[in-house]
């Protein structure tokens, strides 16, 4: 009888404890929201309209900086815009929420530069930017 739970203990034991996710799922997750970050793009460039893509934000990525940071930033900044100014429904402003999702482990303020661009200039650099990440081999 005693080996009977020491056998179900350890049984108990090894179950329960919660699976640590290893880097390969950590990395999978990352590109499923990379795929997420370029769909958005597209819907956008597809529903916005000329007027509403010529509206300037804070330019927080270019696609010669492509950086976590840089990513995290950019999520920030359009995190500003609310979907109702631009046209949308609430359930299709999504981008922001992409873009924090695929930077949570980073911490970034919201980006300080002066510098300014066209909506539809920070959509094409954010989508080339999620292209180039996702190209590459993990």
């Given at each position: 009888?005693?080996?009977?739970?020491?056998?179900?203990?350890?049984?108990?034991?090894?179950?329960?404890?919660?699976?640590?996710?290893?880097?390969?799922?950590?990395?999978?997750?990352?590109?499923?929201?990379?795929?997420?970050?370029?769909?958005?793009?597209?819907?956008?460039?597809?529903?916005?309209?000329?007027?509403?893509?010529?509206?300037?934000?804070?330019?927080?990525?270019?696609?010669?900086?492509?950086?976590?940071?840089?990513?995290?930033?950019?999520?920030?900044?359009?995190?500003?815009?609310?979907?109702?100014?631009?046209?949308?429904?609430?359930?299709?402003?999504?981008?922001?929420?992409?873009?924090?999702?695929?930077?949570?482990?980073?911490?970034?303020?919201?980006?300080?530069?002066?510098?300014?661009?066209?909506?539809?200039?920070?959509?094409?650099?954010?989508?080339?930017?999620?292209?180039?990440?996702?190209?590459?081999?993990f």
């Open positions: 009888m005693k080996t009977f739970s020491l056998f179900l203990l350890t049984i108990v034991a090894v179950t329960a404890a919660p699976p640590t996710p290893s880097p390969s799922d950590e990395q999978r997750v990352q590109r499923v929201i990379l795929k997420e970050i370029m769909q958005s793009v597209k819907y956008l460039n597809a529903s916005l309209n000329n007027t509403v893509k010529k509206i300037f934000v804070q330019e927080a990525i270019t696609t010669r900086h492509c950086t976590l940071e840089n990513f995290c930033k950019a999520g920030k900044a359009l995190e500003k815009l609310k979907a109702e100014d631009l046209g949308l429904p609430e359930k299709d402003w999504l981008l922001p929420r992409s873009l924090v999702a695929y930077t949570r482990n980073i911490q970034c303020k919201y980006p300080e530069s002066q510098r300014r661009a066209e909506l539809q200039d920070i959509l094409h650099h954010i989508k080339n930017c999620a292209q180039m990440t996702y190209a590459k081999p």
